[in-house]
């Protein structure tokens, strides 16, 4: 694998172009070339199943595909049929389709601890309605979020609490407090101290990686916790919110809170919900949320009106990820296909002596993997230069989630790709310096202050 012959002038073009008309150069910071070796961030002509083409040419094994929301793999034969078929239908009427209660009724079948549900187009606008919802229910102010878990919206009362917070006054953030994942005594002290003012507390269900505090949702809660923040959710008198974003379809066909047995006042979905077709989804208990709705006598309250939010396609699309997931076994087969990918990763570190370096953590389904130094600190440095190795072998994985399309063959040429990108890294670690391999500057974290 040579890094030095591997060019993409054409990408580099496009992502000039990128940047000159919009900012930042994509439309999710995640997806921004500073998370790449410098010009080495393909941009992406097509994709299909497990594998995507950039505008050079070139051909990559892609994991974490969509920000991991096109679970099933790209152009999913199923959910291409289910769209298809409401396209020449027409996609947004005066009023509600026919599709909008199928797709209602399919996702609560799949989702049976949610008694009622509404859609919307991306995780934020589901959230934020959550949060307004607690607050209008229990007339209290304050947001209690789980400081451990990454991101939670881009409204203003998740982002003031970020590096990013610029233009968010300080009254707004001022009314966001957070408590750590797995710390019931802690919560329970935040609750008291701000008695009587925390609408909700919300959160990720899974807790974060070991690898860093603010580490995608990926472990397992010890059996008592989630319990534990029912009780003081019940006790306290505030809403438990389940943020399952990530956790939705990947943990179990109905989510976290199906796997873990806790019911949840409120739940929200999205990613995995449409393989890549933008819809998210509200859902909960019928009292709270037919406060947004027609059927009583109350103060009306703005949970959720978009216009696009039952767009029929994306819901059709839904509906179809949703049957694909239960009828196929999809979740088994993630879990299975993550179990192979991490043993022979983990494997081929070890074998090339940075078995304490290159370091694969979390759920199966939800893989993610950290560069430790030569002390064994977090890198971002030798994580460039595990990227540069792996985009030269033809895998693209800001992370190793894998995707229902991946074959043996898939993985097989992932950890071989693997194998030789830790070769390099030992060679770093020997020299106690990654700079020669980096060939510009490191990749950025996407919460900084500076850009």
């Not at 819809?279 to 009306?300: C, I, P, Q």
């Amino acid at each position: 694998m040579d890094t030095e012959e591997f060019l993409l002038p054409r990408s580099r073009m496009a992502n000039e172009r990128l940047h000159a008309m919009i900012p930042g150069g994509a439309h999710t910071y995640a997806k921004g070339d500073d998370q790449y070796p410098e010009h080495l961030a393909p941009v992406i002509s097509h994709g299909s199943g497990a594998h995507v083409w950039d505008i050079d040419g070139n051909r990559y094994i892609e994991y974490g595909s969509g920000l991991r929301s096109v679970s099933l793999g790209h152009a999913h034969p199923r959910v291409i049929e289910a769209v298809r078929r409401e396209l020449d239908r027409g996609s947004n009427f005066v009023r509600p389709s026919i599709v909008e209660v199928e797709a209602a009724e399919r996702f609560l079948a799949t989702v049976p601890t949610a008694e009622m549900v509404k859609f919307a187009k991306n995780g934020s606008d589901v959230t934020t309605a959550a949060v307004r919802l607690a607050r209008a229910v229990t007339g209290r102010p304050r947001v209690a979020v789980c400081g451990d878990h990454p991101f939670f919206s881009v409204d203003d009362w998740f982002i003031g609490t970020t590096p990013m917070s610029a233009g968010i006054p300080a009254a707004t953030t001022e009314l966001t407090v957070a408590f750590p994942y797995g710390d019931l005594a802690a919560t329970e002290e935040l609750l008291t101290r701000y008695r009587g003012e925390i609408a909700c507390l919300i959160l990720e269900p899974a807790g974060p990686t070991p690898s860093s505090r603010r580490g995608p949702g990926s472990e397992d809660p010890t059996p008592a916790y989630l319990a534990g923040l029912r009780e003081l959710a019940d006790r306290h008198g505030c809403v438990l919110i389940f943020d399952e974003m990530i956790t939705g379809l990947r943990w179990s066909e109905a989510g976290a809170q199906g796997l873990y047995g806790v019911v949840p006042d409120l739940s929200t979905f999205g990613k995995a919900l449409g393989n890549g077709f933008a819809v998210s989804a509200l859902a909960g208990r019928r009292d709270l949320m037919e406060w947004g709705g027609l059927r009583h006598s109350g103060d009306r309250v703005f949970l959720l009106s978009t216009t696009h939010g039952a767009e029929t396609h994306s819901l059709a699309a839904a509906a179809a990820v949703q049957t694909t997931y239960v009828e196929e076994g999809i979740t088994a087969r993630l879990h299975a296909l993550g179990e192979q990918l991490a043993a022979g990763v983990r494997h081929a570190a070890a074998t090339m002596g940075v078995g304490d370096h290159v370091v694969v953590r979390g759920r199966a389904s939800n893989l993610v993997f950290a560069t430790l130094d030569e002390n064994g600190q977090p890198s971002q440095r030798y994580r460039t230069l595990f990227l540069r190795q792996l985009l030269a072998g033809g895998v693209l994985a800001p992370s190793f989630v894998v995707s229902n399309a991946l074959s043996d063959a898939d993985i097989d040429r992932t950890v071989d790709v693997v194998a030789q990108a830790c070769a390099v890294y030992r060679k770093a670690l020997d020299a106690a310096d990654p700079t020669p391999w980096m060939a510009g500057r490191p990749v950025k974290p996407v919460f900084r202050r500076l850009a």
